[in-house]
T-cell receptor, first 115, second 110 residues
Framework: DSGVTQTPKHLITATGQRVTLRCSPR?????VYWYQQSLDQGLQFLIQ???????AKGNILERFSAQQFPDLHSELNLSSLELGDSALYFC??????????????FGQGTRLTVV | GQNIDQPTEMTATEGAIVQINCTYQ??????LFWYQQHAGEAPTFLSY????GLEEKGRFSSFLSRSKGYSYLLLKELQMKDSASYLC???????????FGAGTTVTVRA
């Protein structure tokens, strides 16, 4: 158990809908990262938050947004869902913004299926 | 963009050794990570290299050559439970934004 909690574990929804994925980082970790992993692609970095503020942005679609709350949990909002958004969404956390030898710990992921 | 290449699949026998190569061309370099991922599960951290050379950790070792943009992960005394995908990831800046390779699926046969 990495200490990173993601809910829900599975989500099935229809095209056009909106969903929210939730992540609770390890106790004390200030950084939260969101990654998308689809069958035909590797892990793709979406976005990073550090202590409530957006720190880095990757290939995140405009239909997707995220935020980190004062208690440091994070939510990833996916809207106007398309079939191609079906994927595993991972959250990871680390103590700071990086630094040497700082590893990130991944949650178990949310498997999103858009039908 | 970042370019990280690793073989798609490898097969080896229980008890043997397998070496997974990773080459990278990235806009910066601040460390290379190897993660193990079993199907449908979270990636788990295996190793980290930021300086040239070999890092050994039990049955797993990782090597880095920054001048060649090259790393490998060596898995010794393979066990059935080592069947998984192995992900090479490069950190290009001082945050934890990792660029991942597509992963190498290792199948260990009895």
């Amino acid at each position: 158990d990495s200490g990173v909690t993601q809910t829900p574990k599975h989500l099935i929804t229809a095209t056009g809908q909106r969903v929210t994925l939730r992540c609770s980082p390890r106790s004390g970790d200030l950084s939260v990262y969101w990654y998308q992993q689809s069958l035909d692609q590797g892990l793709q970095f979406l976005i990073q938050y550090y202590n409530g503020e957006e720190r880095a942005k990757g290939n995140i679609l405009e239909r997707f947004s995220a935020q980190q709350f004062p208690d440091l949990h994070s939510e990833l909002n996916l809207s106007s869902l398309e079939l191609g958004d079906s994927a595993l969404y991972f959250c990871a956390s680390s103590p700071g913004t990086g630094g040497l030898r700082t590893e990130a710990f991944f949650g178990q992921g949310t498997r999103l299926t858009v039908v | 963009g970042q370019n990280i290449d690793q073989p798609t699949e490898m097969t080896a026998t229980e008890g043997a050794i397998v070496q997974i190569n990773c080459t990278y061309q990235t806009s910066g370099f601040n460390g290379l990570f190897w993660y193990q991922q079993h199907a449908g599960e979270a990636p788990t951290f295996l190793s980290y290299n930021v300086l040239d050379g070999l890092e050994e950790k039990g049955r797993f070792s990782s090597f880095l050559s920054r001048s060649k943009g090259y790393s490998y992960l060596l898995l010794k005394e393979l066990q059935m439970k080592d069947s998984a995908s192995y992900l090479c990831a490069v950190r290009v800046s001082n945050d934890y934004k990792l660029s991942f390779g597509a992963g190498t699926t290792v199948t260990v046969r009895a």
